[in-house]
């Protein structure tokens, strides 16, 4: 698995893990629906908290047509309780997140390829690798300026204050709309 986002690199095409990638979108009813794609390990620092309130809010305020679904791709990481349990409390929140661990190298190329644009709200990173990833995949990321965030997407990222809710729904919704 390459971690580097390298750019124009062509990976070897496997016939068998493009159908399995496929299927696993087509299960998740991501083949036909708007997505934004959150790629992050599932702990407190990467501030899952905080997209899980934009969407709970934006399925209080929108039309149910007007949601994408929002797609966490990581591995389960440390203190990550809350998260779930709110999952599991709010059934409309539900409905509309999306939780894959252990994708394989093809279905996260197909994801990032689908995606409306990303997120990483995170609050502190060393350098930010799914910054860099969105952007080699041609996508916006809605990041946190925080430590190295800036460094990762200079003048290509949307940046909001990760202490302000009211900057990132502002933000994220505006990259939804337009």
């Known amino acids: 698995t390459r971690l580097d986002g390298s750019y124009g690199e062509e990976t070897a095409v496997d016939p068998e893990a493009d159908r399995a990638s ?47 679904r929002l797609v966490c791709v990581g591995s389960s990481g440390w203190m990550n309780e809350p998260f779930y349990q709110r999952l599991e409390r ?14 394989s190298e093809q279905t996260l190329q197909l994801l990032y390829s689908r995606a409306l644009f990303t997120l990483f709200p995170s609050l502190y990173e060393g350098w930010g690798l799914p910054i860099s990833e969105a952007l080699a995949h041609g996508k916006v990321p809605l990041v946190s300026r925080v430590s190295s965030h800036p460094e990762a997407g200079g003048d290509l990222a949307v940046y909001f204050d990760v202490n302000s809710e009211g900057d990132f729904q502002s933000k994220l919704e505006s990259l939804i709309d337009n």
Do not use: C, Y
Not at 33 to 53: C, G, Q, W, Y
């Open 90 to 103: 709010d059934r409309a929140l539900r409905e509309r997140v999306v939780v894959m661990q252990n994708v």
């Open 22 to 68: 496929l299927n696993l979108l087509r299960a998740n009813n991501l083949d036909f629906e708007d997505f934004v794609l959150f790629v992050s390990t599932i702990e407190p620092r990467k501030n899952h908290m905080l997209a899980l309130n934009a969407w709970s809010r934006m399925i209080k305020a929108r039309p149910a047509g007007k949601v994408p």
